[in-house]
């Protein structure tokens, strides 16, 4: 069991059950713009220099159920070298898999509980800190951890995580399951502790 945060990529590289499992989140996509391209360079390019054997997006690859298009290009363009796995968020149609787990992670959006005793890598929240994407990672009051990645896509913006942290999504915020949550940069420095 081992975690690798990939932090300018905006991802995170998990090792579990003997295999290799790259977890973006938020895409967002859209039919009416050219950011897919983008995004299946960037996610081939981790794919291919972290040798994983699964892509998990975690959630949100869609925006308000549009974007199908390009959801649909870059999941043909990425099976084309890695196992996609595209999960459930608030922005997908049922059909998607809400959770997947191995034996020591639990991959959700983030949006619904479907906590598990389990190491929790979530989506959803869009955590940003003085108007730049940020990784919150931190310890649940059950012990376990948990990691929610910021959007993947560039355009995508969030709450600031200390302004607005009394109406952080997600429901281990909306359910006070938090112990502790610390916040870093895209360069792996911690900036601040958030207090709950």
């Known amino acids: 069991m081992a975690i690798k945060i990939l932090w300018q990529d905006k991802a995170v590289l998990v090792s579990d059950d003997n295999i290799k499992i790259l977890v973006i989140s ?4 859209s039919d009416e713009d050219d950011l897919v391209y983008d995004m299946i360079k960037n996610a081939k390019a981790l794919v291919k220099k972290h040798k994983a054997d699964i892509l998990i997006v975690n959630g949100d690859m869609l925006n308000l159920h549009l974007g199908g298009c390009n959801l ?4 043909s363009e990425l099976s084309k070298i890695v196992t996609v796995q595209l999960m459930q968020g608030n922005h997908e149609p ?3 898999e809400p959770v997947l787990t191995t034996s020591n992670y639990c991959f959700c959006h983030g949006d619904i509980d479907y906590l598990v005793n389990k190491n929790l890598i979530l989506g959803h929240t869009h955590p940003f800190y003085k108007g730049k994407p940020v990784f919150l990672k931190g310890i649940l009051k059950s012990g376990k951890e ?4 910021p959007p993947f896509n560039e355009e995508c913006k969030g709450p600031d995580v200390l302004k607005d942290k009394d109406s952080l999504l997600g429901f281990i915020f909306q359910k006070k399951l938090v112990k502790i949550c610390e916040v870093y940069d895209l360069f792996g420095k911690k900036l601040i502790d958030l207090k709950y």
């Open 26 to 29: 938020d895409l967002h996509l």
């Open 72 to 75: 649909d290009l870059f999941d």
């Open 94 to 96: 049922e059909f998607f």
């Open 146 to 149: 948990f990691i929610i990645l």
